[in-house]
């Protein structure tokens, strides 16, 4: 199963639950399998939030038996430095300082350090240096928030 056809099994219930399911992670194979779901609400998740996550989650996957062989479920927090992964994340978060890294290099460089100004069309817009910068959401590798403490 892959990791798109998990967030569309697992979203729906995480959701009912009051939560945001804002990523997955996936690693199979072995005996140190996971998976590792990031959950945020509104006001920020506790451990308690993960735990009840976690049960309910651990029942459907237990039903639903979509990931073969033998794994751990961690249910976490998105953390400071969250990764963004949506179109909707990248519009969510405009105004803060974000890092990218692209697949292939743009302008001579693959990885920005900038404020985020949302997204135009298919590209992520951030200013460097009070320089717009565009790049192709299509081939952002990964993109995380930057903590400013």
């Known amino acids: 199963m892959t990791r798109e056809e998990l967030l569309e099994l697992l979203e729906p219930a995480v959701a009912a639950l009051g939560y945001e399911l804002v990523d997955v992670e996936v690693r199979v194979g072995g005996p140190n399998g996971l998976l590792r779901l990031f959950i945020d609400k509104a006001g920020g998740v506790n451990l308690a939030d993960c735990e009840r996550v976690s049960r309910?989650?651990?029942?459907?996957?237990?039903?639903?038996?979509?990931?073969?062989?033998?794994y751990a479920l961690e249910v976490?927090?998105?953390?400071?430095?969250?990764?963004?992964?949506?179109?909707a994340d990248f519009e969510r978060f405009a105004g803060r300082l974000v890092r990218l890294r692209a697949r292939s290099p743009?302008?001579?460089?693959?990885?920005?350090?900038?404020?985020l100004q949302g997204m135009v069309g298919e590209e992520i817009v951030i200013e460097i240096d009070a320089e717009e910068i565009r790049l192709p959401f299509n081939d952002i590798d990964q993109a995380r928030l930057v903590p400013e403490l």
Request: charged share 35%; hydrophobic share 25%.
């Open 56 to 70: 309910q989650i651990g029942a459907l996957l237990d039903a639903e038996d979509p990931i073969p062989g033998r």
């Open 76 to 87: 976490s927090s998105p953390g400071l430095d969250r990764r963004l992964t949506r179109r």
């Open 106 to 115: 743009i302008g001579g460089q693959r990885r920005f350090k900038g404020r």
